[in-house]
């Protein structure tokens, strides 16, 4: 029996494979699926989350996200915690893209605005942010100066000059991560990282430029300064090769104290450390690093776009009404507390492919949302939606304040490119307007190459994770 016939359905929304059904897996794993998506459900997929139900210091269960697809170990939509005292870190299960995530940021520009000139302004967009395998942004920096973008995220940008001291306030963990040290990053990383700092990169990355076509919750819309027709940046961008190079290195690391520490694993994938060990900690210095540079590169990014904008328009920044509403990592390993079984734990969350989403009145949530909640920012693909959520109480209880990150992929890029071949790449772009360095990337990219994300943020609104709150449509989006 394969072991997506051993998961048992529990409800419209939850799968639920049982502990020990897989040898040495200590907890469950729950499925936060729809039917529908159910059908694209991979075995490799489930095969994985109960793999990590057999991690040391593993706690109370592993969750999967809607948009759940086979990542490298651990799958894309998954939520492990583990136990900060007993348990061990994963690089696999945070990802080669630490801190990848997305921004959002709301203009006072409305979308006829956009609308009549929109190939032209993504062209601009094209020309001024930086995008593509291998591109280079503006800025050339040197160790130093880097060490520094690893220890003050996305405030050293806003100090280079890239943003607003307010936009720090709508950052999750305002932007820097506290337990970063510099000296435990390679050399080889600093080299990736020098010219990379804002930066799209390629394939999933992009810039986009939306406009909120419905809102769900007036109220909470309201409080987030969202209206119907309101033009929106939305980034989504990582911690480039410095991030990629960070997991590189202590996937090796991690390999090689496997013995040391007598840890077994059911895949290598999956090789880890003990948190506390020397080992751990210095990955999990290095990779605070790393988001702290996915910080700063979406900060640059997101002022870089916003002034392209601006200038393309003619207009001053009180015009444009540039306002960061959001930035959050959905590629990430965080130290928080839980209550299980009634007693309070500290847990080391490794979130890959899943968004923090804390509810109202939780201390982290930025102070401008306390009441509303943390606000979760879900893209969708270059021709359908995207969406704004809140998080909401459920998740505290039932995903380590967690919620999904995407749509989620659906086919590979080789089946997505032979797609796009066969249909007439002219055709599946009808009406959208998407620029990018190379050809081949936009092929990979057509929309039909991802779940349908109305599906997806259906679910988590549904189990009262997170709160959907709009929709926002694609105008033109820059792909790397
Ligand atoms: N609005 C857009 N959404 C997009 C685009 N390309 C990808 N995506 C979505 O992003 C998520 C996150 O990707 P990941 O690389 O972090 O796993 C992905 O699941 C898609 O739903 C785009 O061009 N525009
Ligand atoms: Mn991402
Ligand atoms: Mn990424």
């Known amino acids: 029996m394969g072991l997506k016939e051993a998961l048992v359905r529990l409800s419209d929304y939850v799968y639920v494979l049982k502990e020990n059904t897989i040898i040495g ?3 469950p794993v729950y499925f936060y699926i729809s039917d529908r998506l159910f059908e694209h459900l991979e075995e490799d997929a489930i095969r994985q989350a109960a793999n990590a139900g057999t ?40 990802g080669y893209d630490i801190n990848c995530g997305v ?45 520094e973008v690893a220890i003050k995220g996305a405030r050293w940008a806003v100090e280079y000059g ?19 040290d510099p000296d435990k990053v390679s050399n080889f990383a600093y080299e990736r990282g020098s010219e990379e700092l804002g930066t799209v990169g390629s394939g999933n990355h992009f810039v986009e430029i939306q406009a909120v076509d419905e809102i769900y919750d007036e109220n909470t819309a309201q409080k987030l300064g969202i209206s119907i027709g309101q033009v929106m940046i939305m980034v989504h961008s990582g911690s480039r090769g410095f991030g990629h190079q960070v997991c590189v290195d202590y996937l090796k690391v991690a390999k090689d104290a496997l013995d040391k520490y007598k840890i077994h694993i059911p895949d290598m994938q999956l090789a880890c450390m003990p948190f506390r060990s020397e080992e ?23 002022f870089i776009t916003a002034d392209t904008l601006r200038r393309f328009l003619g207009i001053s920044w009180e015009e ?14 965080k130290v928080e507390r839980y209550k299980i079984d009634g007693e309070e734990k500290e847990l080391l969350v490794h979130r890959k492919g899943a968004t923090r989403a804390f509810p109202p009145y939780n201390p982290d949530v930025p102070p401008a949302y306390r009441d509303v909640g943390q606000p979760v920012l879900i ?37 997505a490119k032979e797609y796009a071949r066969k249909e007439g790449i002219e055709k599946v772009l009808s009406g959208l307007v998407v620029v990018a360095r190379g050809k081949g990337t936009i092929m990979e990219e057509i929309p039909q190459a991802y779940k349908d994300v109305t599906e997806v943020v259906k679910v988590v609104d549904a189990l009262g994770i997170a709160k959907l709150v709009a929709r926002l449509k694609p105008l033109g989006t820059l792909k790397g």
């Open 320 to 333: 444009l009404g540039y306002r960061v509403v959001y930035d959050l990592a959905h590629n990430i390993g």
């Open 280 to 302: 751990g900690q210095n990955y999990f210095k290095a990779m605070n690093c790393a988001a702290n540079y996915a910080f700063a590169n979406r900060q640059i990014l997101g």
């Open 379 to 415: 893209p969708g693909d270059i021709g359908r939606y995207s969406f704004l959520l809140v998080g909401a109480p459920k998740s505290m209880e039932i995903s380590f304040g967690s919620a999904c990150h995407g749509a989620g992929r659906l086919m590979s890029r080789t089946k």
């Open 103 to 147: 921004r959002l940021i709301a203009t006072n520009l409305s979308e006829e605005r956009i609308l009549p000139i929109r190939q032209e302004l993504m062209q601009e967009i094209l020309n001024k942010v930086p995008a593509g395998v291998g591109s280079r942004g503006r800025l050339k920096l040197s160790k130093e100066q880097l060490k």
């Open 162 to 180: 890239f943003g607003f001291e307010e936009d720090l306030m709508h950052i999750e963990s305002s932007g820097t991560l506290p337990d970063a």
């Open 25 to 27: 897996q200590r907890v």
């Open 55 to 94: 991690l040391p210091g593993v706690e109370k269960a592993i969750y999967v996200m809607p948009d759940v697809h086979v990542g490298y170990g651990f799958p894309v939509g998954g939520v492990m915690a583990v136990n900060t005292q007993t348990g061990i870190i994963s690089p696999g299960s945070i």
